[in-house]
T-cell receptor, first 115, second 118 residues
Framework: SAVISQKPSRDICQRGTSLTIQCQVD?????MFWYRQQPGQSLTLIAT?????????ESGFVIDKFPISRPNLTFSTLTVSNMSPEDSSIYLC????????????FGEGSWLTVV | AQKVTQAQTEISVVEKEDVTLDCVYE???????LFWYKQPPSGELVFLIR??????QNEISGRYSWNFQKSTSSFNFTITASQVVDSAVYFC???????????????FGKGTKLSVIP
């Protein structure tokens, strides 16, 4: 398995501001993803974080709102831009490791509340 | 299109009771993986089990057991002798084996909130 650390774990943000969430993995991973979980809801894939190139976004998510970086094989960031209360969610980083290529692991999640 | 249904939104049991969480899935792929994850109140998603579509053997891990039946497209999860620490939201998820990054995408059910009462 992989140890996946996310920062911040929780934050309260003002409407209109932007926040960057970091995801750090303790080993090199083949794939990294970002999911969103709105309150009381299931998880929805935002995008695949591609190393050295632009992220691949799912329908309903755009780069201007959720810019993503992945500078190397162990680190990625997700920025939630121009936040509104509807962005209040848990944002989770997930990875596929080379060893556990069939299993998808998740980070601890970053719980954002927009006021 | 793929779909995962967890019909039970919330379940409450008294400690030491057995409880089964249902999961029904839909897919056109012949090759796929099914997962169960546990999400305690702290929010992290904890991996519990992975099962591929070619392995219908049931699995037991301590108090946890899983019953995979392709004939009914179900992958149910049973906790025996439940404990308060089992209280969490449990998600069933499906991963279809396509090509490229899409094959790693998980389709989640809506989750079942389990409350174990002391």
């Amino acid at each position: 398995s992989a140890v996946i650390s996310q920062k911040p774990s929780r934050d309260i943000c003002q409407r209109g501001t932007s926040l960057t969430i970091q995801c750090q993995v303790d080993s090199q991973v083949t794939m990294m993803f970002w999911y969103r979980q709105q309150p009381g809801q299931s998880l929805t894939l935002i995008a695949t974080a591609n190393q050295g190139s632009e992220a691949t976004y799912e329908s309903g998510f755009v780069i201007d709102k959720f810019p993503i970086s992945r500078p190397n094989l162990t680190f990625s960031t997700l920025t939630v831009s121009n936040m509104s209360p509807e962005d209040s969610s848990i944002y989770l980083c997930s990875v596929v490791t080379a060893e556990g290529i069939s299993t998808i692991y998740f980070g601890e999640g970053s719980w954002l509340t927009v006021v | 299109a793929q779909k995962v249904t967890q019909a039970q939104t919330e379940i409450s049991v008294v400690e030491k009771e057995d409880v089964t969480l249902d999961c029904v899935y839909e897919t056109r792929d012949t090759t796929y993986y099914l997962f169960w994850y546990k999400q305690p109140p702290s929010g992290e998603l904890v991996f519990l089990i992975r099962r591929n579509s070619f392995d219908e053997q049931n699995e037991i891990s301590g108090r946890y057991s899983w019953n995979f039946q392709k004939s009914t497209s179900s992958f149910n999860f049973t906790i025996t002798a439940s404990q308060v620490v089992d209280s969490a939201v449990y998600f069933c998820a499906l991963r279809e084996m396509g090509s490229g990054a899409g094959s790693y995408q998980l389709t989640f059910g809506k989750g079942t909130k389990l409350s174990v009462i002391p």
